[in-house]
């Protein structure tokens, strides 16, 4: 895995949780601007998603016997931020935005699972 990316993923993560949860604390629902940071992030994720597919069917693997956690991890890590924007368009009231932190934090939190894996860290299983 890229370092630098996954971390630059967590990052912008952790920076759209900030930014949803400020608006969540103002009252606020989830607005466009809001919706592009999540695709800028989401499309962070998708380049991950890309090199990781890419190093793995290039004969690289996780350290330990856990490629199938980590492919686990990045398949979902992109599936995140979609999932809470529909949640969020359903619920066009602060909870939209509080949704939206709350899974950008999860987002942040399944990078540094996803780069634990690979370093050969503890699997789930």
């Known amino acids: 895995m890229l370092t630098p990316l996954t971390v630059a993923v967590a990052v912008a993560a952790l920076l759209l949780a900030a930014w949803c949860g400020y608006a969540a604390l103002r009252d606020q629902p989830v607005k466009d601007w809001h919706y592009l940071g999540m695709g ?28 199938v956690v980590f492919a686990s991890y990045l398949v979902a890590v992109p599936l995140c931020l ?29 990078q540094l699972r996803l780069d634990d894996v690979w370093a050969g860290g503890v699997s789930v299983g």
């Open 40 to 67: 800028v992030v989401l499309l962070l994720t998708i380049v991950q998603l890309a090199i990781g597919v890419l190093q793995l069917s290039g004969g690289e693997r996780p350290s330990g016997d856990s490629t």
């Open 82 to 110: 979609p999932v809470v924007a529909m949640v969020s368009l359903g619920e066009r009231t602060r909870w939209g935005s509080a949704t939206v932190a709350a899974g950008a934090l999860v987002l942040a939190v399944l």
